[in-house]
């Protein structure tokens, strides 16, 4: 066998891996891939090498790494697309996401729609953007580009599940309650059929999500409850947002003992992985619910951080639920300034533009 086809095949099979997220395996072949690279002067593999690179460091969750494989592909003129593309995914991950429809636009201009799968990745990424800027439609609308591509594929059945549960979140966002279950309920099919517990686990914290939304606080704690029930979950991207809904909702219930007991493994979760976003809102539930002693400070303190992140939608959010606390407590002048806060925030959100 030639060696271009032998890095043609393993570059194949680690893709594979990749897709379907199977990491220990992925973990495995990016030794067996690096050591062949180290041998190799071929600019074709070198461009594979890198596109599946970027996606490995993603699975891995891996930004300092990410940020090293972008910057090599901006040497590369036939990398533009991905350039950009993992930019504007990095930038997401960051919740930036005006710096990642940014990216977005300028990656389009050299997005190849003759491949579909790309195209669908593309799409995915940006509705996934939308989604969180609240611009529904759009979201929803390049979802279903994505699933009609992803739904031909039978290599990319992740990615399928993942587009069913973003069409969920959208449906939440909608208020149809009923189509959002049905979407996370055809997501868990798929993800139980091929025994992806990662997204099984996404999905039950978002179900449990949903129901917090309708203020169905009971069905929501015992979905979270399984989220967090899941050993292989420990320590995941999603496990500290799960911990943080589950100790809102107790204390929603009034279960002031087990919010507490939850807050305290958050804050020093959120400690532990010096995760700084987690710290300030977990501090933000302790005044609403535990100790508002120095309630006005605490709050200024935490909307100065989501601020300086540009973390409208929960800048948008906090606003309005302190302007309530000072509503139910005759403070007027307060909750006024307080809902301005929130207006302005929904104001910035509506500056993020779409994709033309």
């Not at 504007?88 to 491949?115: M, Q, S, T, V, W």
């Not at 951080?305 to 309530?324: H, V």
């Amino acid at each position: 066998m030639l060696i271009s086809e032998a890095t043609e095949d393993i570059l194949e099979d680690w893709n594979t891996k990749i897709t379907q997220r199977n990491i220990k395996e992925a973990k495995n072949l990016k030794k067996e891939v690096d050591v062949m690279f180290q041998r190799l002067d071929d600019i074709e593999s070198e461009k594979n090498y890198l596109i599946l690179s970027g996606y490995y460091y993603l699975l891995q969750n891996d930004s300092l790494e990410l940020k090293m494989i972008i910057e090599r592909m901006g040497n590369i003129p036939e990398l533009s697309f991905y350039h950009h593309f993992f930019q504007g995914i990095r930038a997401y991950n960051l919740r930036r996401y005006d710096d990642a429809l940014d990216c977005y636009r300028i990656a389009e201009k050299y997005l190849n729609k003759n491949n579909p799968i790309e195209t669908a990745e593309f799409y995915y990424r940006v509705a996934a953007v939308y989604y969180q800027v609240q611009e529904t439609l759009m979201s929803v609308n390049l979802i279903q580009k994505a699933l009609e591509v992803f739904e031909k594929n039978g290599k990319y059945r992740n990615r399928l599940g993942d587009c069913r549960m973003l069409l969920g979140l959208n449906y939440i966002d909608m208020r149809q309650f009923v189509e959002a279950e049905d979407q996370f309920h055809i997501a868990r099919d798929i993800a139980q059929r091929i025994n992806d517990s990662g997204l099984l686990a996404r999905i039950n914290h978002n179900l449990g999500f949903m129901y917090a939304e309708q203020g169905l606080s009971e069905a929501a704690v015992r979905y979270l409850s399984n989220v967090l029930r899941d050993e292989d979950y420990d320590y995941s991207e999603s496990y500290i947002k799960t911990i943080f809904l589950l100790t809102r909702e107790y204390f929603k219930l009034n279960q002031i003992d087990a919010g507490k007991e939850w807050y305290e493994k958050g804050i020093a979760l959120a400690h532990e992985l010096n995760n700084v976003e987690y710290k300030v809102k977990f501090t933000l539930l302790n005044a609403l619910y535990l100790d508002n002693k120095d309630f006005e400070s605490t709050f200024k303190s935490g909307i100065a951080f989501l601020q300086q992140e540009k973390l409208w939608l929960d800048i948008e959010e906090y606003a309005q639920i302190f302007a309530r606390f000072y509503l139910d407590c005759k403070g007027y002048q307060k909750a006024a300034e307080y809902y301005e806060i929130a207006i302005e925030a929904k104001n910035e959100i509506k500056k993020m533009e779409g994709l033309k």
